[in-house]
């Protein structure tokens, strides 16, 4: 699903009334009458159904005009909430006011004259929320949050608009108080806050209406991608029938160290069951026993021991003369913090040739100086940070990276030339020309140590069997949130392992897979 910010959206509105003469009026009709048919498929045109329309002065409100005069149109018994003075409509929303009988519209401005809807409100069927729009920056207060509360309360479906009034359309962000809507009907793109948190929790189920906006309106690469399962299984490659291990990739894993082996044995089978064709993991010499006990269908390769398992700068050359012959690279799971460790990874990140992975302690080494993304040899790397690990790579504290997961990862990522894959519910896939996919699939019951581990064996593993970075970072994501859709499905959230993910990881590719032939490959 293509994505846009409500800057876009507006941005595109305008070009289709002043560049390509499609009147703000038609644009209004069309969505209004978009929204009414979406109503009618969930709730059916049965006569005498109840609908109200809780509408604003703005544009919203008057796609909420339109909306009860096709409502009404179609028998549905229909009330008008307007809150505001009727002064205080005007525009196009004003034209469609006044197409409406005016015994089915009540102007609400204050707190008091609302509440003399509240019955209204508890003996619709159906509660339409057209107060605000993609444009609202502001919190919501005032006779406006009363509103919000009585859509909220009143224990009826509600069809929210374009976006859920107070659902800030590019964040994602709650302006104090939102709509929970059933269904969301948006129009032309989906928005960005539809699909950040938390204003995807109120968006319900989410209905994109085309209303003839020209594609030209909208610049290529304004739109962002919304990682659903037909946006994934795009990406997947059938495999070929004489195919052989030497066909799907080499990658070479550097991790490990005491206390930390499972971070790197989840990451090395992760990679494995993902599809590489051989998985190498370098490890400290003291663990490799051990490792070789978890990994059985990779290879372990031992490296003398800087101290008590942990890597060290006497193990660069030797690592280094190991990417010869690899296809991907991925550095950090459970590879430890100790100096030598962070120098090491240091010199690995600046002179790997390979495409490359780096997460975890990876990401700590590098964020003691980042400047060394700038001169590193690699042709594509990959940072794969949690909100915490992201605030130590670009200084800023963990509640503004969250307030702007878009804005923060596309600037890092433009800054530094590296695909920026900001983990968390709604992971932000950034890349160095700037675009940005948000992934759809995942649930809480990812929240348990290992899951970065796992995501990082995915990514490698596909980018060494060729697939490009974006495409990497893209499917990777999503697979790795989908394998885990899949484990709840089957035993619930709550007690998943990222070894249960891990299992599921070719089921879910498979799936991928038989998509392939529905959406037309």
């Keep these: 699903m293509r994505i846009v910010s409500a800057d876009t959206m507006r941005s595109a509105e305008q070009a289709a009334i002043n560049s390509y003469g499609i009147p703000g009026q038609v644009l209004m009709e069309t969505a209004g009458r978009a929204c009414a048919d979406a109503i009618h498929d969930a709730f059916g045109r049965v006569i005498g159904k109840k609908a ?34 009727k002064e205080e409509v005007s525009g196009d929303a004003a034209i469609n006011l006044k197409l409406l009988d005016p015994h089915i519209v009540q102007f609400c401005p204050d707190a008091d004259s609302l509440k003399s809807c509240s019955a209204l409100f508890l003996d619709s069927d159906v509660l339409v929320d057209a107060l605000f729009g993609i444009g609202l920056k502001k919190n919501i207060g005032g006779v406006h949050a009363e509103a919000v509360r009585m859509l909220n309360e009143a224990g009826r479906p509600v069809v929210a608009v374009d976006i859920p009034s107070g659902v800030e359309a590019t964040t994602g962000a709650v302006l104090e108080a939102a709509v929970q809507a059933d269904i969301t009907v948006t129009f032309g793109f989906g928005k960005l806050g539809h699909v950040l948190y938390p204003g995807r929790a109120m968006t319900g189920r989410l209905v994109v209406a085309d209303i003839g906006l020209p594609d030209a309106a909208v610049a290529p690469a304004d739109i962002h991608e919304f990682l659903d399962p037909a946006a994934a299984s795009s990406l997947v490659r059938q495999r070929d029938r004489k195919g052989h291990k030497g066909n799907y990739g080499h990658c070479l894993i550097v991790a490990g160290s005491t206390g930390k082996t499972g971070a790197a044995a989840l990451a090395a089978n992760s990679a494995v069951r993902t599809g590489s064709g051989l998985v190498t993991l370098a490890v400290p010499e003291s663990l490799n026993a051990v490792l070789e ?24 050359d030797g690592i280094l003369a190991a990417f010869k012959g690899m296809d991907a690279v991925a550095i950090g799971p459970g590879i430890s913090r100790q100096p030598e460790t962070v120098t090491l990874v240091r010199r690995l990140v600046a002179e790997c040739p390979l495409p490359l992975v780096v997460d975890a302690d990876g990401l700590n080494a590098i964020a003691e100086d980042v400047s060394i993304l700038d ?136 799936r991928l897979l038989s998509a392939i032939g529905n959406n037309g490959r």
Excluded at 410 to 431: E, M, Q
């Design 52 to 85: 109200i329309i809780v509408a604003g002065k703005g544009n919203n409100g008057g796609d909420g005009y339109v909306i009860a005069r096709y409502l009404s149109g179609s028998g549905w018994k229909v009330a008008v909430c307007v809150v505001a003075r």
């Design 375 to 510: 001169v590193r040899k690699s042709p594509a790397i990959v940072l794969t940070p949690h909100p915490g690990e992201m605030s130590r790579l670009c200084g800023f504290a963990i509640d503004r990276i969250e307030a702007d997961r878009v804005g923060v990862s596309r600037d890092f990522a433009v800054r530094h030339g590296v695909y920026l894959v900001l983990k968390g519910a709604g992971t932000v896939i950034a890349t160095p020309d700037g675009e940005i996919c948000i992934n759809g699939s995942g649930n809480p019951g990812m929240a348990t140590g290992g899951m970065g581990d796992v995501l990082t064996g995915v990514i490698v593993s596909l980018l060494g069997q060729g697939y490009s970075c974006k495409d990497a970072c893209s499917l990777g994501v999503f697979l790795h949130g989908y394998a885990a859709d899949m484990v709840a499905e089957r035993q619930g959230e709550v007690g998943m392992m990222a070894s249960d993910v891990q299992e599921s990881l070719p089921l879910a590719y498979k």
């Design 293 to 316: 006990t978890k990994t059985t269908e990779a290879m372990t390769l031992p490296f003398a021991d800087a101290g008590r398992g942990f890597l060290g700068i006497s193990n660069g």
